[in-house]
């Protein structure tokens, strides 16, 4: 099992920043893939962003040219610097990890942290 524990939520005014961190531990695997996800009132959980073992990086296109993912992989640890935030940006949000188990990918998850963007 693997255990993800998130921190750095809040409350932001529109266009200010927040970081999010997200620590695994457990049975860790050097291969995998972090990655942070949210889901608003209503709506589906989406991909944010994410970052495999190589630093190889995806974001939502919503994102883009705002938040930055970043890991590091000695400490387990997966960051999300959110700038520019957006009232829209506002979520609960979730760390995730992927590890390959054989053949088969299995994901773990963090218990959410709120972020919330005033106008």
């Known amino acids: 099992q693997v255990q993800l524990v998130e921190s750095g939520g809040g409350l932001v005014q529109a266009g200010g920043s927040l970081r999010l961190s997200c620590a695994a531990s457990?049975?860790?695997?050097?291969?995998?893939?972090m990655g942070w996800h949210r889901q608003a009132p209503g709506k589906q959980r989406e991909l944010v962003a994410a970052i495999d073992n190589n630093g190889y990086t995806n974001y939502a296109d919503s994102v883009k040219g705002r938040f930055t993912i970043s890991k590091d992989n000695a400490k387990n640890t997966v960051h999300l610097q959110m700038n520019s935030l957006k009232p829209e940006d506002t979520a609960v949000y979730y760390c995730?990890?992927?590890?390959?188990?054989?053949?088969?990918?299995?994901?773990?998850w963090g218990q959410g942290t709120q972020v919330t963007v005033s106008s």
């Open positions: 457990g049975s860790i695997f050097a291969i995998n893939t």
């Open positions: 995730s990890r992927d590890q390959l188990y054989g053949l088969a990918s299995r994901r773990f």
